[in-house]
């Protein structure tokens, strides 16, 4: 099992911009793709970008696709999100997520381990 910890959150305006980490701690953590999702208030936890064991491939959703880029330093045991353009709608918590499993994927069920989430809040 992977131990995963978010940081990086906080209050922007919006056209702002943040950068999210996750560090990771347990197994080898170059083995797993790791994705990030969100939740908002009210709202279902939603996929937002993943990116493969070697950072080699990565998939966002449609809503932050060219705003957002996933990277990661696997001897750091590290796992980014840097979020240009933000927006109001932007604003959930964001959480990091491994998949035990080669392929990359969107889907919520095909994570094993997750952090405990950053709050992002962005301000019209």
């Known amino acids: 099992q992977l131990q995963l910890v978010e940081s990086g959150g906080g209050l922007v305006q919006a056209g702002g911009s943040l950068r999210l980490s996750c560090a990771a701690s347990?197994?080898?953590?170059?083995?797993?793709?790791m994705g990030w999702f969100r939740q908002a208030p009210g709202k279902e936890r939603e996929f937002v970008a993943t990116i493969s064991w070697s950072g080699n491939s990565t998939y966002y959703s449609d809503s932050v696709k060219g705003r957002f880029t996933i990277s990661r330093d696997n001897a750091k045991n590290t796992v980014d999100l840097q979020m240009n353009s933000l927006k109001p709608e932007d604003t959930a918590i964001y959480y990091c997520a491994a998949r035990r499993g080669s392929m990359l994927s969107a889907h919520l069920q095909d994570y094993d381990d997750w952090g405990q989430g950053t709050q992002v809040t962005v301000s019209s």
């Open positions: 347990g197994r080898t953590f170059s083995n797993y793709p």
